[in-house]
């Protein structure tokens, strides 16, 4: 659900294996942005990009060279296919044309994001936002920015006002939701988490996240069913087999537990709490 699809330019017994904060830090994720709702923030298709669909929105674009829409549509066709370069030249077109088209300040943040370049994505945030002060898609991507540079209250300041107008945005709650997890304020989690579920029910990280704020209240079958979710909706994020990795290893299943681990590190050679997992089962299923 990245930014640039929002509009139409651009939607048993349990064993206390870990300490509640440490659980939340472990599979990290309070402080991490997942591929949905947050921030693996475009999803690069290349049908975007085709040869023939550029094709295509050049017409219109020769058409009409002067409607700075045209521009924000083919804009978001290239970021969408990672051509970023292309879509920021688009974009600024766009923006040359309408210097009020608060949506292609939208969309050249959140490529701006893509390209690592979060100062800049903050200004056009703050650019579009000075135009539409509502605009949920940029307060729901500043929000993201903040949140990563670990700057939580403005982050949360984001994504609470963006709830507060009414969007129907998932992230919003999903974001806001990881807040409460970091903040320790489980119930308030758990019920943005749950918004955030009806908003997107396709999205898995929600149900991660509610996993893991049940964890925190050893609510394990809970967090089991929800990470099981997460996993029948989209089986190749690591982060919900080592969250499902987690409740067999509070239940002392240490086999089903490790197979879950290896699982999602043959997903994410990188990801840190599988390993971690690993490391804490293995020797009592290897030896």
């Not at 893991?212 to 394990?220: C, G, M, R």
């Not at 409740?247 to 197979?259: L, Q, S, T």
Request: charged share 20%.
């Amino acid at each position: 659900m990245a930014d640039i699809t929002k509009t139409r330019s651009l939607r048993s017994p349990k064993i206390a294996v870990l300490p509640v904060f440490a659980i939340v830090t472990a599979l990290g994720l309070a402080g991490c942005t997942t591929s949905n709702t947050s921030d693996a923030v475009i999803r690069i298709d290349k049908a975007q990009g085709s040869q023939e669909n550029i094709a295509s929105l050049t017409s219109v674009i020769n058409a009409n060279p002067k409607d700075p829409e045209g521009y924000n549509v083919r804009g978001s066709a290239y970021g969408r296919g990672g051509d970023f370069r292309q879509g920021l030249n688009d974009f600024n077109t766009a923006l040359q044309l309408n210097p009020r088209f608060y949506q292609a300040y939208a969309n050249r943040a959140l490529v701006y994001r893509n390209m690592g370049q979060q100062q800049q994505a903050i200004q056009d945030y703050n650019a579009a936002l000075q135009i539409n002060p509502n605009y949920d898609v940029a307060l729901i991507g500043r929000g993201n920015v903040y949140r990563a540079a670990g700057q939580d209250n403005a982050a949360f300041n984001d994504f609470d006002k963006a709830i507060q107008n009414g969007t129907t945005d998932g992230r919003a709650y999903h974001n806001r939701g990881l807040i409460y997890q970091k903040r320790n304020q489980q119930d308030k989690a758990i019920d943005d988490f749950s918004k955030a579920i009806s908003l997107s029910p396709n999205a898995p990280e929600p149900y991660n996240g509610r996993g893991i704020s049940y964890i925190a209240l050893n609510d394990d079958d809970n967090a089991f069913a929800d990470f099981n979710h997460a996993i029948e909706l989209n089986g190749n994020i690591a982060e919900s087999w080592a969250n499902q990795a987690l409740v067999y290893e509070r239940r002392g299943e240490k086999d089903k537990a490790a197979r879950s681990y290896r699982h999602a590190i043959g997903l994410d050679a990188k990801y840190q709490p599988a390993k971690d997992g690993l490391a804490r089962v293995g020797a009592a299923t290897t030896g």
